[in-house]
């Protein structure tokens, strides 16, 4: 059929059509509104298309083609109805709504070259298969029961919004193998449970992809989501997996409604922040690589039972909070750790916590609470430091590498813990370690300059077991003062010679005591012990004269304080060198 005017077609009661090619400069409209019909068209070509079904809902088209808008209302179906659409293109929108039976919706092709893509599934109980999807703004929405698939949807200019917010779905899937590009993009998501999303690849463009699903009970799977910024808003169970995420802006996960989670993500990138939040959940979160360009946050101070594991953090700050409140169940690991400043607050955490390399330009703090079980650190590489170990009776510390550049830096371990064990502590200025009623081993190594002094202060506390401090100088003087040393039981081992200890006169001796107590003492305020042991005033004072200058707190010199002990022996010290 072909008209010069307009073609409008009604069908009405128990009604089958067919034809092969409608053609029209002016409008094309077909009605079966309450009829049960079923429809089929080759070709239809017009200014604009307007087609409304029956109960049945049944039409097949092979193309639709309108130098205007395109509408296919199917509001009207109650039955099991079946659209199936081969190519429809409009130079300005596109509208298709599905009414409430079942069957299927395919559509292999549809593009709106100016203007919007609709499609309205909300009553819809059927399988939808969308091949592709181009228009300059797109919107689909579906119902309770709708299984959903695409090959691509392409917003082009404008912004793709996907809804699919029916609180009593569960079981449907959707799946987009070839992804969806917009210029900004909105996943709005609810389910009562086991809804699976799947996207090859979301790309906003200059855009932001929102993720809203605090409804939501399912899981969203992504190979790369690329934006300008990305949210992502959990529901209480929530599946999430992503091989990349590039975000030019900021970057959030708010699982505060999580209850029940796993959450892995492969590569994250982000130019400014990024906050991940996880509520009250339980389950694991992976990470294998996250560089953000300012700070990091991970908080999950509130999640009882979150296991985690992070393979590569950098960012300008990170702070990580940990929370299994009532679960023993899940630690905590890090394999590469890059910050200006790192905070890991554990107070509520309830296992064992392991970190591999941690590099800090600036402050470092880790922060234990009353039932960590143990913590593990290969190497801290940091400016400033420190470490607040609790009051757990059962914690256990083990450091392989710390180097420490900064001062003031504090290691307090909890009185009653279970051991410190330090391997290679490497340090240049001031710094205090307190440890426990356990064995505490402490290999430490001062790398201050010529003319410099370290200072280190560790306070064995009062215990029967044997603690150890093994001690090496450098190009500058080394002064250590020991709390709660144990005399016969408690050791310290220093690289120093026995020529050092031999040149030293009482009279040397009182003036690099006064080196590193600031005050005025002479030979007789201070009393010999032993060759280069002296006690003043209730403590007892090693000296070590290695630079051989006497009376002078020199290269390689050490002093080494111990603190209201008077009966300190040659074989409490080691010299190893």
């Known amino acids: 059929v072909s008209a010069v005017d307009s073609i409008s077609l009604t069908l009405a009661g128990s009604a089958t059509m067919s034809a092969g090619g409608l053609n029209t400069v002016d409008t094309f409209t077909l009605s079966a509104s309450g009829a049960n019909e079923s429809i089929e068209l080759t070709t239809v070509s017009a200014s604009g298309i307007t087609i409304t079904t029956g109960l049945q809902g049944d039409v097949s088209a092979g193309t639709l083609n309108s130098s205007k808008n395109i509408t296919i209302d199917a509001s009207g179906a109650t039955t099991a109805q079946g659209i199936t659409l081969t190519g429809v293109s409009a130079s300005a929108a596109i509208s298709i709504t599905l009414g409430a039976g079942s069957g299927s919706m395919a559509m292999s092709s549809a593009a709106s070259l100016g ?50 917010q029916d609180t009593d779905a569960s079981g449907e899937t959707i799946g987009i193998i070839g992804g969806i590009s917009a210029s900004g993009i909105s996943m709005n998501m609810a389910a009562a449970s086991l809804v699976s999303a799947e996207v090859s690849s ?15 009970n399912g899981s969203l799977i992504a190979d790369v989501i690329s934006a300008s ?12 997996s992503a091989s990349a995420i590039n975000a030019a802006g900021s970057f959030t996960l708010d699982g505060a409604a999580a209850v029940s989670a796993n959450i892995t993500m492969v590569d994250v990138s982000a130019s400014s922040s990024v906050a991940l939040s996880f509520g009250s959940m339980s389950g694991d979160l992976l990470i294998s690589s996250l560089n953000v360009i300012h700070d990091l946050t991970i908080s999950g101070e ?3 039972g979150l296991g985690m594991t992070l393979h590569k953090l950098s960012a300008s700050g990170i702070t990580i909070s940990l929370g299994e409140v009532g ?9 590469a750790i890059a910050a200006d400043n790192f905070t890991l607050n554990a107070g509520n955490f309830k296992d064992s916590i392991y970190l591999n390399d941690v590099s800090v330009g600036s402050a470092m703090t880790i922060t234990i609470g009353e039932s960590v079980d143990d913590l593990a650190v290969s190497s801290i590489n940091t400016e400033l430091f420190t470490f607040n170990g609790g009051d757990s009776t059962t914690f256990s510390a083990t450091m392989t590498s710390v180097d420490i550049a900064g001062s003031a830096w504090t290691i307090t371990m909890p009185e009653m813990g279970n051991g410190l064990t330090i391997n290679n502590l490497s340090w240049s200025a001031n710094g205090t370690i307190v440890g426990t009623q356990e064995i505490d081993s402490i290999s430490a190594s001062a790398s201050q300059a010529a003319g410099d002094t ?14 150890v401090l093994n001690l090496e100088g450098t190009a500058g003087s080394t002064y250590v003062i020991l709390r709660n040393f144990s005399t016969g039981t408690d050791k310290v081992a220093i690289d120093a010679t026995a020529a050092g200890m031999n040149n ?16 005025t003492l002479t030979a007789t305020d201070i009393a010999s012990a032993a060759t280069s042991l002296y006690t003043y005033n209730g403590d007892s004072y090693f000296v070590s004269d290695e630079e051989g200058t006497t009376g002078s707190f020199g290269a390689g010199d050490f002093v080494i304080r111990f603190v209201g002990v008077t009966d300190i022996v040659h074989s409490d010290i080691t010299i190893d060198a």
Do not use: C, H, W, Y
């Open 229 to 240: 910024g990305v949210t992502i808003t959990t529901g209480e169970n929530f599946e999430f």
């Open 115 to 164: 203007s919007s893509f609709t499609l309205d599934a909300t009553l819809f109980d059927g399988e939808i298969d969308q091949r592709v999807i181009k228009a300059s703004g797109i919107t689909i929405s579906l119902g309770e029961g709708s299984d959903f698939s695409a090959s691509a949807i392409q917003g082009m200019q404008g912004s793709v919004t996907f809804n699919s």
């Open 202 to 216: 979301i790309g906003a463009g200059g855009g932001n992809f929102n993720f809203s699903g605090t409804n939501f």
């Open 504 to 519: 030293i006169a009482i009279t040397a001796g009182a003036a690099m005591i006064n080196s590193v107590l600031g005050t």
């Open 302 to 304: 509130n999640a009882a």
């Open 327 to 335: 679960d023993a169940s899940n630690q905590f690991s890090a394999s």
């Open 454 to 467: 370290a200072t280190l202060d560790v306070d064995f506390r009062a215990d029967s077991v044997a603690d």
